[in-house]
């Protein structure tokens, strides 16, 4: 847990349970998709760029298909417009974080401080800090 903690950028606030799954998985997205990290900071650049597009692409699809649900129906424009917000800050947070040649992967800070891999929190949680660590 400590290469955690040294290595986080400054972390995503997210809120509520459709979010917080809807926030992860875009992050993860975009990690996945940069894979290990250019050491070239031009290359690196680019790769997170086409990664960042490209999740974000998909998880727009998921929405315009109807797949992003809150219970059995699909989230309302208003709604997606409002967590726009919160993917457009993973996305900044994501490029901040990513410096080094790594692979980076997502974590979740918890309201206590302490910190697990994405979805391995122990209890299902409405609050969580979404935060970019190197491997």
């Not at 950028?9 to 799954?21: F, M, T």
């Not at 994501?94 to 697990?116: C, H, N, S, T």
Request: glycine fraction near 10%.
């Amino acid at each position: 847990m400590l290469a955690f903690a040294a290595g986080a950028a400054g972390g995503v606030a997210v809120e509520g349970v459709p979010q917080i799954g809807i926030a992860t998985r875009h992050a993860r997205c975009i990690v996945r998709e940069i894979g290990v990290a250019p050491a070239e900071d031009g290359a690196r650049a680019t790769r997170v760029a086409a990664a960042v597009k490209g999740c974000r692409a998909f998880t727009e699809g998921d929405f315009t298909q109807g797949r992003v649900l809150l219970g059995d129906r699909p989230v309302n424009r208003r709604w997606w417009g409002r967590m726009q917000v919160t993917l457009d800050a993973v996305e900044a947070d994501i490029v901040a974080a990513v410096i080094q040649p790594k692979q980076y992967k997502i974590i979740w800070e918890l309201p206590d401080g302490g910190r697990v891999d994405a979805y391995n929190a122990p209890e299902p949680l409405t609050v969580i800090k979404l935060l970019t660590v190197p491997l």
